[in-house]
């Protein structure tokens, strides 16, 4: 086990564990106090304005009821074959949402893991999955964690901040991004568009990281239940951009096939 790597929020002094009889909070030396949730993850949000901010429960539960199918493992697989070969004792999962990739994660390698979002009600769901990993709440623009602590990082799907990134790496320490593949969900917008189009795979700006590698992930899923073809369309963005007529035509799909593509990005510090 290395040092716990959490800092407070307010004062960025180390946070110390708990006290048996202060099981319910997380201070820091200078005695600020965070609370611990009775789901056991720790809320380290201190800016107003951010309470219901981040993916809502219905979101939530549409992620984590398609992705505890393992309909993207193919993706999961990739990143824990990366992680097994990193030299790494510290990992987090930035943005991690419901937790189904820290949790298959831990499942691969030995190592303290942590995982936060912006979101409570996903970080709730990602601390009931007790996997062994430290949840807690907070902002990636302000990530309460030691600079220069991180060995092995992932960011799926979720905005980046390139100099908040790179300030909580190691030095030598490994980021994994993925950016949707061309044809990922192209059988989906089949469903709910007249005209398709192909995914941009151009690369986010990552400033000072080095771009180590670039790897291909490509699979086709078949779902074959209303409920789940309904879960995959509410985590992604088509559910915010789709005409009525395409959301009419998906309800009465029952049977979807369609290509998952990825494309991840493996950074170095
Ligand atoms: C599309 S989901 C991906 C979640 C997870 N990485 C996965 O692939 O299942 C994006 C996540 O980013 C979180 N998020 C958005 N803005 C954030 C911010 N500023 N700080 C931390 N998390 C944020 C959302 O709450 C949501 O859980
Ligand atoms: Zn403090």
Redesign the pocket.
Same mark, same amino acid.
């Given at each position: 086990m290395s040092e716990n790597i959490l800092i407070c929020p307010v004062c960025g002094k180390p946070l110390e564990n708990s006290l048996e009889k202060e099981k319910n909070v997380r201070k820091c030396v200078s005695g600020h106090s965070f609370d611990i949730a009775k789901d056991n993850y720790v809320n380290l949000l201190v800016r107003s304005g951010t309470e219901n =901010?981040?993916?809502n429960k219905e979101m =939530?539960l549409s992620?984590k009821n398609f992705?505890s199918k393992d309909y993207y493992k193919p993706l999961a697989d990739v990143v824990g074959d990366l992680l097994v070969t990193a030299d790494t004792e510290t990992v987090l999962? #930035? /943005? /991690?949402?419901?937790g *189904? *990739?820290t949790s298959q994660l831990t499942k691969r390698k030995k190592c303290d893991f942590y995982g936060?979002? #912006?979101?409570k009600e996903?970080v709730r769901l990602a601390a009931k999955r007790r996997c062994g990993a430290e949840f807690f709440a =907070?902002? +990636?623009?302000d990530i309460p964690v030691r600079s220069c602590s991180v060995d092995f990082a992932f960011? +799926?799907? =979720?905005?980046f901040d390139k100099y908040e990134f790179y300030r909580v790496m190691k030095k030598g320490g490994t980021l994994v991004t993925v950016i949707p593949g061309r044809e990922h969900l192209l059988g989906l917008k089949e469903v709910l568009y007249e005209n398709i189009y192909y995914n941009d795979e151009s690369v986010t700006d990552a400033g000072e990281f080095t771009l180590a590698d670039r790897i291909r992930v490509r699979a086709s899923i078949s779902i074959d239940n209303k409920e789940d073809i309904a879960s995959l369309f509410k985590?992604t963005p088509y559910y915010y951009s789709t005409p009525r007529s395409g959301i009419e035509k998906l309800e009465r799909t029952e049977k979807l096939e369609t290509p998952i593509e990825f494309v991840l990005l493996v950074y170095k510090k």
């Open positions: =901010a981040g993916d =939530a992620r992705l999962d #930035i /943005c /991690c949402g419901e *189904y *990739y936060f979002d #912006i979101s996903m =907070a902002n +990636l623009t960011h +799926l799907f =979720a905005p985590m």
